[in-house]
């Protein structure tokens, strides 16, 4: 089975700009869920999605969001963008409340 | 507010030596206890879970020990090996997927 997917692998923003982030779970994985992980805070919920609905959120400003398709694939968008969301921004995948399965992440940096 | 404590922050063995990495929570509802090996570069990978109820469990050269009452949990590797080296994170999940992270132990395993 191909493992998670992510893209872009890396992205260079400017601040107040937004991205948009995508994620291709492992085939027949329902639930995506999204992490931040940066040096000082290390790795930190963003929140999840299964069937389409978001189901679980961390402690994330309102710029973070995220969307998930009839596929199962996700986006995340990150509007507004401040020098702080520099990070890797990893998407992991599962059957439903099992384990859970990492891409590589998307590396963004703001300048 | 950490919601898992990890220890030490870095650690270096000789090859054959047997590194153990600790944790530590407070949640009494957590309910499942993976380990994370994270290569520069990569997305985390699964090394081992173990459930509360389990006091201790074995994958290969990998040994979770978990102590309820304490609220502790530890990752011990036999015979370490050069490749071994990398960033091991435990975490802990409370019924949905919602992973806290430990904050990482840079293992090096020296030749």
């Known amino acids: 089975k191909a493992g998670v997917t992510q893209t872009p692998r890396y992205l260079i923003k400017t601040r107040g700009q937004q991205v948009t982030l995508s994620c291709s779970p492992i085939?027949?994985?329902?639930?995506v869920s999204w992490y931040q992980q940066t040096p000082g805070q290390g790795l930190q919920f963003l929140f999840e999605?299964?069937?389409?609905?978001?189901?679980n959120k961390g402690n994330f400003p309102g710029r973070f969001s995220g969307r998930q398709f009839s596929n199962s694939r996700s986006e995340m968008n990150v509007s507004t963008l401040e020098l702080g969301d520099s990070a890797l921004y990893l998407c992991?995948?599962?059957?439903?409340?099992?384990?859970?399965?990492f891409g590589p992440g998307t590396r963004l940096t703001v300048l | 507010q950490q919601q898992v404590k990890q220890s030490p922050q870095s650690l270096i063995v000789q090859k054959g030596g047997i590194p153990i990495i600790n944790c530590a929570y407070e949640?009494?509802?957590?309910?499942?206890f993976p380990w994370y090996q994270q290569f520069p570069g990569k997305g985390p990978a699964l090394l081992i879970a173990?459930?509360?109820?389990?006091s201790e469990k074995k994958e290969g050269r990998f040994t979770i020990s978990f102590n309820k009452s304490a609220k502790q949990f530890s990752l011990h590797i036999m015979d370490s090996q050069p490749g071994d080296s990398a960033t091991y994170f435990c975490?802990?999940?409370?019924?949905?997927?919602?992973?806290?992270f430990g904050t990482g132990t840079r293992l090096t395993v020296i030749p």
């Open positions: 992991a995948s599962s059957y439903n409340t099992d384990t859970q399965y």
């Open positions: 085939s027949g994985h329902r639930s």
């Open positions: 999605y299964f069937s389409e609905t978001q189901r």
């Open positions: 949640n009494t509802a957590f309910d499942y």
């Open positions: 173990i459930r509360p109820d389990v």
């Open positions: 975490a802990a999940r409370k019924g949905a997927n919602n992973l806290f």
